[in-house]
């Protein structure tokens, strides 16, 4: 990476000196407790705070880099606790769908045959394309995994075991869907006490956990909702399946030079522009990360100006 420059101009009386803002990476920031902080150089010389304060930084990535190889090893232990924060989503998922389906005998039907289609598509992109139901897995588990400060090592004995628990689970939950909406079964402690005994999570007695308390099993792990998409509010309407498909991109890294030789090409920017076009999207990437392109949204420039 090149080297940036983040002094700035203090004035004290008829005093001035330097100082240099480091900013906290994005997946640092709770680690910290602070988003950037500053350091008194002790000195109005630019040319030598400069230089100072790129040594420094160039420094501090080296144990932001550290810290962030330090993250924990997932374990078994892990495993099964994600497991039962799934299963608390899964009891909500299921609560959604019987509260939005209507009450007539044609309304319930409805509800039924989008699910039995659901499945189907399920149980087949298993069978024809297991990788891309695997995929959309990983990517849930990975999100869960990183919020928790977990290595995600899609290798591992233990992360492969996750990914098969939560894709039974998955299979598990359709039947006790259709079972639930149809009134064959009202009693949710049946589908705990079948996800108890099929991955021995020992949440049988916990009773069934209602919308309000359904992350308040006995695990220190912090739950992602963003994984939990519970069905329309209305009945159903029988929808068009969405297929998800990976898009190949690339990192900010990667696009910085591409962005500049065209940027120089169209506008004929001057040496200085360019210096400082250049540093803005250094910062941007030690502050956010190096995330693909197509990740980036408003959230991260609100989030990237609010470090400024």
Known sequence: MQNTNYLIKRTDRNYFSYQSKFNVPVSLQNHFGRKSFKISLK?????ECRCLSNRLHKLLRGIF????MGKKKLTFEEVKSILKIEVD???????????????????????????????????????DDRKKVENNVDREMSKILKSN????????????????RVIELKLLRFSHKKDFVSGKQTDLNKFLEECDSKFRLGISNDGVVDKKNAFARNTHLQPVIENYAPE????????????????????????????????ERQKGLREKTIVEYRSVLLMMVEVLGDLPINELSQKHGRLFSSTL
């Not at 880099?65 to 962030?68: A, D, G, L, W, Y």
């Not at 400060?149 to 098969?164: A, I, M, N, Y």
């Not at 329309?232 to 030789?261: A, F, N």
């Open 43 to 47: 000195s109005g010389n630019y040319n």
């Open 149 to 164: 400060g977990f290595e995600v090592d899609k290798k591992s004995l233990e992360f492969k075991t996750l990914r098969k």
């Open 89 to 127: 989503k899964s009891v909500l998922h299921i609560q959604h769908i019987e509260t939005g389906t209507g009450t007539t005998e044609n309304q319930v039907l409805q509800s039924l045959q989008h699910i039995t289609k659901e499945e189907t598509q399920f149980n087949r992109t298993l069978e």
């Open 232 to 263: 329309p509010i209305q009945p159903y309407q029988v929808q068009k399946d969405e297929v998800v498909e990976v898009v190949e991109t690339h990192l900010i890294s990667k696009l910085i030079d591409e962005y500049i030789e065209e940027t």
């Open 65 to 68: 880099k550290e810290i962030r």
